[in-house]
């Protein structure tokens, strides 16, 4: 399997390429799958992210930092990550996934980044694995403001409409794709007084809309 350009967009190379095979092997294609991966990778982030966080706002209380790392670690979050890195293209899926859908689903997207994560840790270390989450969530960081991202996306898109008294967003489903016991969610979010509209996806209806408000929030600077 040829993961040479998802090496180059991580920004590792690693020296036990199988890890790397693994990190991106749903448990619906076999063994050994990233499973166990990922949850060695989950801690590796929020270690990472709680590092970032402590050291750039150290006016934070425990309770504001802890909703900050929830913030950036949530499956949304790594979604949106795993969808710049084209992981999809990279992922092995068994043929049941494959048919639903399963390269575009955000919980297996964001799963298989967290594997990569422990992935990078088992290949190189702690520094090599904190060094690729730096560069992907430098954007993140660079631009997180507290004040808005303690509020949920919704809440906090709201607000900034009606304190420029413009029309609140309107959401509308876009999408609906899978089982029904495992069904993936795409949200519109259009705010008219801006031209302005983005795509969220979810398990729930709620979370796509929260997606694609967050989306909204990311591009409101730009306009």
Known sequence: MKLEGLQRAIGHSFARPELLEQ????RSFGSPHNERLE??????????TAL???GRFG???????????ANLVRQEAL??????LNLGEYLRLGEGELKSGGHRRPSILADALEAIF??????????????VIDRLYASSL?????????????????????GRRMALPRYSLADTRGEAHQQEFEVECEIAGLGLKTRGVGVSRRAAEQQSAQRAL???PKQ
């Open 52 to 54: 970032a966080l402590f």
């Open 118 to 131: 422990a992935a990078v840790y088992i290949d190189a270390g702690f520094e090599a694995a904190k060094a």
């Open 59 to 69: 006016e934070l209380r425990e309770g504001d930092l802890s909703r900050l790392r």
């Open 218 to 220: 990311e591009l409101l």
């Open 79 to 84: 979604h949106r990550l795993a969808d710049g």
């Open 39 to 48: 949850f060695l990778g989950d801690s590796v982030l929020n270690c990472v």
């Open 23 to 26: 990190a991106v092997t749903h």
């Open 142 to 162: 660079a631009g997180l403001d507290p004040a808005r991202a303690l509020k949920d996306p919704k809440t906090a898109l709201q607000e900034w409409l009606q």
